[in-house]
């Protein structure tokens, strides 16, 4: 299937004029035949953190499957999107970080690897995940785990159970710390796994940006 970004209010995929030029520039030192026909592919590869993790590459877009997703950007680059990660890219924005240490492509995307988690933002009244391993959860956070992060202002909200990730949103004194990260892994990580086995893993799905009087300011680089 064929999207043309202009012809839409709500494209699948959007690539920002920094992200295109670089991918036009790399097309262009190509030594593939037929150049011009080198789509950017983009697909969901797996999850990383609180988000998905990618895999870009130069492909010519006449390999693209009738489920595949075709986006048309500018300049005559197109976009295509696997047809197992179109709903996942929904609303995406392909962008190049502008970061000291080196720019690169990334994706930019609204979307969650948790349905349950996607869209609640702290301070939101959100519904209590349920089942016994989850009810196991919220005893170790109730019991443990705020009592403890309390002194700092911090509070942890179990947001949702699947398989054996729990997911986890930080706020108060939590929320934009510059040590959430070593708490969430060496503390609550540490505490939960001991307590629930069923639980090998924790993701933070806090958005730390809208922290608004965090406990630590994260480090400046």
Known sequence: MTFDSAATDQPLVEISDAARDLVLAYRGHSDKPNPE?????VEVTGVSGSGFSYDMYLKTVDDAAPGDAVVSVAEGLQVVIPSGSVDQMQGSTI???DSPGG???FVRN???PSPAVGGATAGQA???PTGPVAERVIQVLDHQINPAIAAHGGHAELVAVE????????SGGCQGCGMASVTLSQGIEVALRDSVP???RVVDVTDHAAGANPYYEAAKK
């Open 37 to 41: 026909r080198l789509a950017m592919w």
């Open 95 to 97: 962008d190049l970080s």
């Open 103 to 105: 720019g690169g492509l």
């Open 110 to 112: 609204p979307q969650s």
């Open 126 to 128: 959100t519904a209590a």
């Open 163 to 170: 398989d054996d990730v729990a997911y986890l949103r930080l």
């Open 198 to 200: 069923e639980i090998s």
